[in-house]
């Protein structure tokens, strides 16, 4: 079935580093493709998504592109603040019989130090 | 207009109780779907409802886990007698529908429910 892989956590970086969070996903056809971010104590919130191949989602900063050929969304961000920290997970939207359906990674927790 | 709400947003039970959690879809949203979160871990998907009708349950424990979403009122996901492992974080999403257009696969997401088991 479809899936979404992302690379384990925790990503430890310092202020103004560049943080990649790799995406890799399994599907047969073309699915949408999202980041979502949780902040502690809260729930998920959307953070950026693309809906097929070579669309770039961007937003805080933030940014992901589809790639097709290599199956990636790979999370990029040039320059991360503290305030950066929480967990992010990618997720694909996928039909099938029932409707929609969203499938999620396991997260990856980033750590921003000052 | 409010986003998805959740509650209890925190809910501490012994085991052997029940535990019932609430979800108020954004409005306007037909479709609720209940995630589950792990200490440590990620997300796995439960159930998607509309209302009156449960669509995909095959998230769901067999034992002691419904859930359903009537025409009127919130989602509820009922946990029976509890055990320890069932202490986690509960998300409710929903989404406007099923069907094609960028709106129909954006699921919002509540706060969650923490429950904790003692």
């Known amino acids: 079935g479809d899936s979404v892989t992302q690379m384990e956590g925790p990503v430890t970086l310092s202020e103004e580093a560049f943080l990649t969070i790799n995406c890799t996903y399994t599907a047969t056809g073309y699915p949408s493709l999202f980041w979502y971010v949780q902040y502690p104590g809260e729930g998920l919130q959307l953070l950026l998504k693309?809906?097929?191949?070579?669309d770039k989602g961007s937003n805080k900063g933030f940014e992901a592109t589809y790639r097709k050929e290599t199956t990636s969304f790979h999370l990029e961000k040039g320059s991360v603040q503290v305030s950066d920290s929480a967990v992010y997970f990618c997720a694909l939207h996928f039909r099938n019989n029932a409707g929609n359906m969203l499938t999620f990674g396991g997260g990856t927790r980033l750590m921003v130090k000052p | 207009n409010a986003g998805v709400m959740q509650n209890p947003r925190h809910l501490v039970r012994r085991r052997g109780q029940e535990a019932r959690l609430r979800c108020s879809p954004m409005?306007?949203?037909?479709?609720v779907y209940w995630y589950r979160q792990l200490p440590e871990e990620g997300l796995k998907f439960m159930v998607y409802l509309q209302k009156e009708n449960i669509i995909d349950e095959s998230g769901m424990p067999k034992e002691r886990f419904s859930a359903e979403f009537p025409k009127e009122g919130p989602s509820i996901l009922r946990i029976q007698q509890v055990v320890r492992g069932d202490s986690a974080a509960y998300f409710c999403a929903s989404s406007p529908r099923s069907g094609q257009g960028s709106g129909a696969n954006v699921l919002t997401f509540g706060a969650g429910s923490r429950l904790t088991v003692l």
């Open positions: 409005k306007g949203h037909s479709h």
């Open positions: 693309a809906t097929k191949a070579d």
